[in-house]
């Protein structure tokens, strides 16, 4: 006999643990199945250690900077192992708080590989026993992985994903980035700031390409004066990993083909959905290239059978799957159902510096039709920013012309990634630059440069 459920969430990743949490306290009996950690992919391998490894990269960027501060630092250096370490002891206490969080909430944990045998039923098997769960609903959670470039897979020693990136080794001496999205570009900056000579190759004719133009011109001048080489337009056609390191063959936007060595490289180019193996091909489970479509509530085309996080549409964000999971979760229970507005979802990239951004770029805004104000305000104009020693970036609004409505808001610069959850709440409230403008912030704060930026748009800056 199986055990019964009321609902049966597969994976526990950011969206999938969410979503059995919420749809326990609405009082489901939930189940959820996890073949590797809880936590899944953002917790033990992405988001969360990651950001560990900046904060490491961050101080001792100051470290090897102190003198600007007034300051003295003699041979600041650092122990790789003791690095890994702490990122790896972040991520372990956090995968423990959500083995906490199950207890809590009442939460069946089983252990192993799930796969959809019927509509409404689950086995999972794990060294060689068998365990068969059934429910009226099932939320498939199963998330993403990176993808390999067909030509040369990573083999953990020389070529890496973000996985091998995460526990190195040894430190990479001259380090080939591929790929210039978010992880990318994040990673760049930690092995940057280690010490690493840093190359990053884009194919797209912009680094950061799903964010504004201006941000994306100024973290290309930001990263080159850094010291890092950016190749634009230009891709890797061969990649050959060697006993000494990385042989790779770089064609460059004017054509020309150039080999160059390296002694790692890291494969960001992207990500493959983790739909293989688990039955969605016998339910007749309908994708787009791969991920699951779903409707605003994340139903799937199976009746009963619903989809949330990386393994579904983009944007690929862990927060994006946490609210999915609320969303399903509601849907399912009956209570308080509501669909997500995909256009309020905040981007964040966590280098130096960072990168923020929600809503409608500039160029997206001019090709849907809207007539705009645009403001931009510079960090040099703040004096928190200034005191900080971290006077580099901008704040920059995106308003229609006609209504006052915020239609995007992008920032580059120190600790922008906290900072953006000020507009989105914004944009959730559907607020005008009229409530923006009468907002009070405090001083002296990096936030007064969003009230700035709002002030610009409308020829009403105060401080530049």
Known sequence: MADTYDLIVLGSGPGGYVAAIRASQLGLKVAIVERENLGGICLNWGC???????????????????????????K?????????????????????????????????????????????????????????????????????????????????????????????????????????????????????????????VEMLPRILPVEDEEVSAFMEKALT?????????AGVEKLEATAKGVTAAIKAKDGKVETAEFSHAIVAVGILPNTENIGLEALGVKTTRGHIDTDPMGRTSVPGLWAIGDVTAPP?????????????????AGKHPHAMDVRNIPGCTYSRPQVASVGLTEAKAKEAGYELKVGKFPFIGNGKAIALGEAEGFIKTVFDAKTGELLGAHMVGAEVTELIEGYTVAKQ???????????????????????????????RALHF
């Open 225 to 233: 004066k850094q010291g890092m080489k950016i190749l634009t337009g």
């Open 316 to 332: 690929w964000l862990a927060h994006k799957a946490s609210h999915e999971g609320v969303i399903a979760a509601e849907a399912i």
């Open 48 to 74: 969360i250690p990651t950001k560990a490894l900046l904060r490491t990269s961050e101080i001792y960027h100051y470290m090897t900077h102190a003198d600007a501060y007034g300051l003295s630092a003699e």
């Open 429 to 459: 409230l559907e607020t005008t630059e009229a409530e923006l403008m009468d907002t009070v912030f405090p001083h002296p704060t990096l936030s007064e440069m969003m009230h700035e930026s709002v002030l610009s748009a409308y020829g």
């Open 76 to 200: 600041p250096g650092f122990d790789l192992a003791k690095v890994v370490k702490r990122s790896r002891g972040v991520a372990g206490q956090l995968n423990a708080g959500v083995k906490g969080l199950m207890k809590k909430n009442k939460i069946t944990v089983v252990e192993g590989n799930g796969t959809i045998v019927a509509a409404g039923k689950l086995k999972v098997e794990k060294d060689g026993k068998t365990t068969d769960l059934a429910a009226k609903d099932i939320i498939i959670a199963t998330g993403a992985r990176a993808r390999d470039l067909p030509f040369a897979p990573a083999d953990g020693k020389r070529i890496w994903t973000y996985r091998h990136a995460m526990v190195p080794a040894e430190m990479p001496t001259k380090l080939l980035v591929i790929g210039s999205g978010a992880i990318g570009v994040e990673f760049a900056s930690f092995y940057s700031d280690m010490g690493a000579d840093v190359t990053i």
